[in-house]
């Protein structure tokens, strides 16, 4: 608890980003409770204990306003939220909040709700389809980049956690993703660009056929291919990486939909 009260009350951000790493790390420490199984320690928690620092948490996650510590403290969080989902328990709280971080004024908390989905997708798996939509609906609407791709990363991320017969319910929000990258292009911004094409890349792995509406056929390896071409070539710092984004324009997607035109 003495951490938990740190992370949410130190005067300044130095301490409240120590604690919150520190928290991080002891959270998910080993233990072995009388001499049961090994499990993560935030488990072993009494239930009244647990509960106060979770509430803790989600309320200075949402307060907080420097955002290297809100970082360091949605990390803990998705810490906290990676355990009760491995260990099939609920945290009833977290997904009211994290609903009510996205849709926060400042760009920078909606940004951090996204990355603790990115982190822990698992945790919205259960939701009905209607919800999870809207959420993601709003955030490759937003008008920050870093939410938009913040939002991308963790749609990606949540594919990974379904089922194949799971991923028809989201198909329909692949031209909103897919209309998050011409902005980007145009701004030659290499560090956006780059998180885009790894988010779409993932997503053209995990659920090729989700892209077979859209594209001609090749048009997904197209899509891989190039992609990990422009990462090698961001990786070197070459103009070439925006040649080869152009060279995307190739592929066969409806009007308005993917490019400029």
Not at 21 to 38: E, L, M, Q, W, Y
Not at 172 to 200: C, E, G, T, W, Y
């Amino acid at each position: 608890m003495g951490l938990a009260e740190q992370i949410q009350a130190a005067g300044d951000t130095t301490t409240r980003t120590f604690a919150s790493v520190i928290f991080r790390r002891i959270a998910s420490k080993s233990v072995k409770p009388d001499g049961g199984n090994t499990i993560d320690l935030f488990m072993s928690l009494g239930n009244d204990h647990a509960i106060a620092i979770r509430q803790k948490l989600l309320e200075t996650l949402g307060s907080e306003a420097d955002k290297n510590v809100r970082n360091k403290i949605s990390y803990a969080v998705a810490e906290v939220a990676r355990q009760y989902t491995e260990n099939s328990s609920n945290w009833p709280e977290l997904l009211s909040a994290l609903f009510q971080l996205s849709q926060a004024s400042e760009a920078e908390k909606r940004e951090t709700a996204f990355r603790v989905f990115a982190t822990t997708p698992a945790i919205i798996e259960q939701q009905h389809a209607g919800v999870i939509v809207e959420a993601f609906q709003k955030g490759f609407n937003d008008d920050a980049v870093l939410v938009r791709l913040a939002a991308m990363e963790a749609f990606a991320a949540f594919f990974r956690t379904l089922g194949k017969k799971e991923f028809s319910k989201y198909y329909d929000l692949l031209p909103s993703v897919l209309n998050i990258l011409p902005p980007i292009k145009d701004s030659q911004d290499s560090d956006h660009l780059r998180q885009a094409l790894i988010a779409l890349m993932e997503l053209a792995e995990t659920a090729p056929k989700m892209f077979k509406p859209l594209f001609k056929p090749r048009a997904v390896q197209h899509i891989r291919y190039s992609g990990k071409r422009i990462g090698r070539c961001l990786q070197a710092e070459r103009p070439r990486a925006y040649d080869d984004i152009c060279r995307l324009r190739t592929i066969h997607v409806p009007k308005g939909l993917f490019l400029h035109e």
